[in-house]
């Protein structure tokens, strides 16, 4: 993790004229998640001794891109707050916003890129856009979901759009993380298979966190999917339970005016439902799918960690 600090602070310097505090701020704080997945999946082949100077570069483009992710659903959602602290878009406006958040897709890029070396490795930088294509299609197939169609197809887009939105990075931080050192192709794609598992769930779990957690604790104002209408999975299920006449759905359908009574009232009624019990299941049952795809692995501490972190991911406190 030092020498990810040193190789961040290195990508980093280019933009220090672009950069103020705030984009800082989203560097400086979070968990590093997917970076620390990169590099335990590198130890889960490599074994131990100094991880390459490639696992490290690779997995700061990582965060990066992450990071400009971030941005840009700040500025989508029109959202002030990120971890507690003003957006970007709230801090320097949305047009300076969306070309910082531009600048990170286009440095962590750079960053892989220099991470390396041979032919056969530019296969991993068409994963890595491929990646990146992907997020933003699934940003776009979220926007465009249509509230008005059964919660049964409204499950199923869900599914989709996580997958594209928030699992496929993590897939990508495991499977390159593998790749990098010279793992098999079956066993690159196996630990991208985790990933993408624990991506899963970890964003069930920050869907559920948003009707439970306040801004002091998640970072955001609480209940900001009802009032943007978004169509999460607690939602969905809650939808379902109430039926078409209940004012939760007529909110997310747009036909009613969510005023702060009735998204206070909204709130109370999903919590009342079955929908975070039904949501918690199904966030359980990826963190557990995501174990089975380690059991080939080689039993060790590294092992080890990744299953504490897909664990970690459905036993946080809530």
Do not use: W
Request: charged share 25%; proline share 2%; aromatic share 8%.
């Amino acid at each position: 993790m030092l020498r990810f600090k040193e190789t961040l602070a290195s990508a980093l310097e280019p933009q220090k004229n672009y950069l103020t505090e705030t984009e800082l701020n989203l560097y400086n704080r979070g968990k590093k998640l997917r970076p620390v997945m990169m590099m335990l999946a590198a130890r889960l082949i490599s074994g131990d001794g100094e991880l390459s100077h490639k696992v490290i570069k690779g997995s700061v483009s990582l965060e990066m891109l992450h990071v400009a992710t971030l941005i840009h659903d700040d500025i989508i959602d029109n959202s002030l707050l990120r971890r507690g602290l003003s957006s970007v878009n709230a801090t320097r406006g949305v047009n300076a916003a969306i070309l910082v958040g531009d600048m990170q897709f286009v440095q962590a890029i750079r960053c892989f890129v220099d991470a390396i070396d041979t032919g056969s490795e530019m296969e991993l930088v068409k994963l890595v856009l491929d990646t990146a294509f992907k997020i933003c299609a699934g940003e776009l197939d979220e926007i465009n979901a249509d509230p008005h169609a059964s919660t049964k197809s409204l499950k199923n887009h869900y599914f989709e759009v996580i997958e594209r939105k928030t699992a496929i990075m993590f897939g990508l931080a495991c499977e390159t993380g593998a790749a990098i050192v010279d793992g098999r192709t079956g066993e690159a794609r196996r630990i991208g298979f985790y990933g993408r598992r624990v991506g899963r769930a970890f964003q069930i779990m920050d869907d559920l966190f948003d009707f439970l957690q306040d801004a002091a604790t998640s970072g955001k104002i609480l209940g900001t999917d009802l009032a943007q209408r978004r169509l999460t999975l607690p939602i969905i299920y809650a939808m379902e339970e109430l039926g078409d006449d209940h004012l939760v759905s007529k909110i997310v359908r747009g036909t009613i005016e969510a005023t702060p009574e009735l998204l206070e009232r909204g709130q109370e009624a999903i919590k009342n439902t079955s929908a975070f019990e039904r949501s918690y299941a199904d966030a359980r049952f990826q963190a557990l799918d995501a174990l089975e795809y380690l059991k080939p692995f080689k039993h060790n501490q590294y092992y080890q960690a990744l299953e504490d972190i897909a664990l970690y991911t459905v036993d946080r406190s809530f």
